[in-house]
């Protein structure tokens, strides 16, 4: 299958797009569908496949989304575009269908579902499709992610938390306008940012307890009009992350009692928007065991990761696990990290990604 298995990917690998708007994505795995002769159900531009007979469902999901970053690989099958498959989606999709010509040549004795997901990077298309009955009826719930860390062979899994909580915040802080040389007639927003800014960081290093993994970081900032007028409207915009739901309510509190304190202080206005995007991302222990039963070279990661990913939703329908597929190649030197405008996976990865899901599908329906 390996010959198939590079050229589908390579293929998927050229037409990156980004969240729902993956049209031609959608069109090159409709091709492959109509190849391996099954039929499928559009949901915006993620696509549900339902094949076989059983008592049980097995539900595999491959996002399928890329990232705005410009390839700087000098590959054959260099992206057309200004996006990139640089978080390994086109691996993913290529095993899920992988995981379902392996279905068809060899059946189990359950049903499969495979649902080809939009938008993972965001805005986050599994609440949509799971809202449209993607993971209705199903035993468990499976998905891989590809993951540099390792190398080709090597399977990567967390017990417990895998993925963190993400939300969005958004920091808008209106003040007064004036110009520079009369500060005393303004309320410059760029002051009451950095304070903000300042008291953000006393609240992490001071009122949360240190063994409370969160990250509050606020990337961007957007502000004034000119170099010699005081500052009326700015806007902050961040994330945070964290592994427990009350250690979240805890920031978001104090969050707000700082804005709270600064709107007294500064005699302005602050608003607060928090955007919840992802939630736990918890991997189920029978799976995980289960998975180390079909395979002889998975590696126990430590730590969960602070990064987001929608799957969890998924697995609050049904247990199941999403697992890395290690895709480096340490002795010829193919080892880069996801998100990186180079990133590149040893194909052989393609391969074990198929035989793990299915050996982990065929062991989990005994």
Known sequence: MKDWLVNVREHLHKYPELGYQEFETQKILIGYLDELGVTYKKMETGLVVDIGTGDKTILVRADIDGLPILEKNNVPYKSTNKNMHACGHDVHMTVALGVIKKYLET???CKLRVVFQPAEEGPGGAVM??????????EYALSLHTDPRFNVGEIGINYGVRNAIADEINIKITGVSAHAAKPHDGVD?????????????????????????????FGKINGGVARNVICKDLTLNGTLRTLDKDV???????????????EVLYKCKIEVEILEMY???????????????VHDKVVIIDYPSL???DFGF???????????????????GLITHLHSDTFDVDTDSLVVGVDVMYKLMKELIK
């Open 314 to 332: 998924f697995l609050e329908k049904a247990p199941g696990c999403m697992f890395s597929l290690g895709t480096s190649n340490k002795d010829n």
């Open 129 to 138: 499709m799971i809202e449209r009955g993607a993971a209705e009826n199903i």
């Open 248 to 262: 979240k309510a805890k920031v978001i509190d104090e969050l707000k009692n700082i804005v709270n304190g600064l």
């Open 279 to 293: 939630g736990l991302l918890f991997n189920d222990d029978f799976v995980l065991d289960t998975l180390k039963k």
């Open 307 to 309: 990064g987001g990913e």
């Open 107 to 109: 059946p189990l004795d």
């Open 189 to 217: 927003a760029i002051i009451i940012a950095s304070t903000f800014i300042n008291n953000v960081n006393h609240l992490l290093s001071k009122m949360i307890k240190p063994f409370d993994n969160v990250v509050l970081q």
